[in-house]
């Protein structure tokens, strides 16, 4: 891979990230004739979380036929859920055999990104130097940077610490007393997978999750000789995957009872994978299932169950240099503490980077009203960035792959019409960008991720919903089928204001 750090001056159009969206749009600007376009990446490869996430047990929850993008399918997958390392070679593979990776720089933190009203362009600043681009499309993420918890003495513990998205492999944690803070997505994968090894694991639960069985198996091998013969077959695996998903899920999020027979199905694998009625009274969810993304899991209750295993319900009251005393004072000394503690998602730090057209900070703006964008793309204020997975566009059911080419084929419209019309610049006007959040938070009101009981990150400091998309991802891509420019303040190439188009 490219890892040379010079970069030009200047480019047209400057992708962040070199994830799923980042090489996404990279390949269809490349098709597109776009030849003037770097993309910049703090990391050693392609991937983006699927090449950060190397924690034990790291694999997609969503189904393999899902997680591919539509112009290169992968007839090489394994399973029906994709183990990471499957998904980061898939990533990598398309890379490759794209001819797009001269573009990319790795090894690049993108540290500052300020639009140049007098030049309306963007100055970025980085790590390897400073570029000047006309357009920049970022592809950093909605969970790229891990939190870690905010608790009392935890700069001052003395043993191993390390969050699951940042896993340390140098260390071994055969016979180690280890805890592990959270039981979210990724710790009910990490934890049956380490409490093979460890000597001893404390999981410290704050709130338990609704875990469904998890219907994962290895593809035979006459369905993978059809995927690598029958490109028809995978599609029509894809297309009844997506279908069933949709026609289930915007139900649920409005009328939560259609998941009775679910939450019937999450209390039957707790009590398949836990005989202990004290240890299944602690791990029973107690609020309204699909308020939190539903996981999917056949061995986190048998690891729970496990003898090595407890599972600590009382709160987190100080962390020691050598351990964690819980709110009855109780003590437990550690080798090793995993914060499980998810990401930054409504208030990105990148967005304290990216300084718009007034000299405020994105991140300046979403503390006044939240996280907000128009169509998750674009923002007032914000000329020429494109967001790609912004405000109200994750998905808990089905493939973010899905929205994420929604986006580019929205952005890529979006510049050749700038490049037919002689446009230097692209702002959407600030009442549609109202109108559309309105519409995002009216829709919220009623669904199950607000009414359902629980605290998640899809919520804002103030219980708003800013991050999830409310609808179907068929309705969203309706939505961005053509960049709607009749929607955004525009300027000539001229630099001569022009009003609304
Ligand atoms: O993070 P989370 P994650 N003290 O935020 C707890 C995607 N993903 O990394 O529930 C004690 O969900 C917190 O407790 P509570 C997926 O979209 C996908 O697991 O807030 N506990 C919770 O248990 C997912 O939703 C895959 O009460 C604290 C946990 O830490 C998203 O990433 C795999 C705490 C955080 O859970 C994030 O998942 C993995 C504190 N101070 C992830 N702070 C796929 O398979 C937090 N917690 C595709």
Redesign the pocket.
């Known amino acids: 891979m490219t890892s040379t750090t010079s970069l030009p001056e200047r480019v047209r159009v400057l992708v962040v990230g070199a994830g799923f969206a980042g090489l996404g749009a990279a390949i269809k600007l490349d098709e597109a004739g776009q030849a003037d376009f770097l993309v910049l990446d703090k990391g050693t490869s392609v991937g983006g979380?699927w090449r950060d996430?190397t924690y034990p047990g790291?694999?997609?929850?969503?189904p393999s036929q899902l997680y591919s993008f539509s112009f290169a399918p992968n007839p090489n997958w394994s399973r029906s859920?994709s183990p990471q390392p499957e998904i980061h070679a898939y990533l990598q593979d398309v890379a490759r055999s794209s001819g797009v990776l001269d573009r990319f720089r790795f090894g690049v933190t993108v540290e500052d990104a300020a639009w140049d009203e007098t030049d309306q362009v963007w100055t970025v600043t980085t790590s390897a130097g400073t570029v000047t681009a006309d357009v920049v499309i970022s592809g950093s993420g909605g969970?790229s940077e891990p939190?870690n918890?905010?608790?009392k003495g935890i700069d001052g513990f003395t043993g191993e610490i390390f969050h699951?998205?940042r896993w340390d492999h140098d260390v071994d944690l055969a016979g180690k007393r280890v805890a592990i803070?959270?039981?979210?997505?990724?710790?009910?994968?990490v934890i049956p997978e380490i409490a093979k090894t460890v000597g001893h694991l404390d999981v410290?639960?704050?709130?338990a999750?609704w875990v469904m069985p998890r219907h994962d198996r290895a593809y035979t091998r006459v369905e993978k000789l059809g995927f690598r013969f029958l490109p028809g077959l995978q599609k029509l695996y894809r297309t009844a995957i997506y279908w069933g998903r949709e026609t289930y899920v915007p139900g649920f999020v409005k009328a939560p009872a259609i998941l009775t027979p679910a939450k019937t199905m999450a209390l039957a694998n707790i009590k398949k994978g836990i005989s202990d009625p004290e240890l299944q009274r602690k791990v029973t969810p107690d609020f309204q299932i699909g308020c939190?993304?539903i996981l999917i899991s056949n061995t986190y209750y048998p690891a729970l169950a496990q003898a090595n295993v407890d599972v600590i319900t009382d709160?987190?009251a100080e962390i020691t240099p050598t351990g964690i005393v819980t709110s009855t004072g109780e003590t437990r000394d550690i080798d090793v503490l995993i914060?499980?503690?998810?990401?930054y998602?409504t208030d990105q730090p990148i967005a304290h980077h990216i300084k718009g057209r007034d000299g405020r900070t994105l991140g300046d703006v979403w503390a006044e009203h939240g996280m907000a964008s128009y169509k998750g793309t674009t923002a007032a204020g914000f000329p020429n960035l494109f967001q790609i997975v912004g405000a109200n566009t994750?998905l808990?059911h089905s493939s973010m792959v899905f929205m994420i080419e929604s986006q580019i084929a929205y952005i890529l419209d979006a510049l050749a019409q700038m490049g037919a019309r002689q446009l230097a610049t692209v702002e959407p006007t600030p009442e549609a960008q109202k109108s559309w959040n309105e519409d995002m938070q009216r829709r919220m009101r009623s669904t199950v991720w607000s009414t359902g009981g629980?605290?998640?990150?899809y919520l804002d400091e103030h219980g708003r919903n800013t991050t999830l998309w409310p609808r179907t991802t068929f309705a969203f891509r309706g939505l961005l089928r053509s960049f709607d420019i009749e929607k955004y303040v525009v300027t000539a190439r001229s630099d001569a204001p022009v009003s609304k188009a």
């Open positions: 979380t996430n790291a694999a997609c929850d969503v859920f969970l939190k918890p905010e608790i699951t998205a803070i959270g039981t979210g997505a990724s710790a009910i994968q410290y639960q704050r709130t999750p939190k993304r709160g987190i914060v499980a503690t998810g990401f998602t994750g808990g629980c605290a998640s990150w």
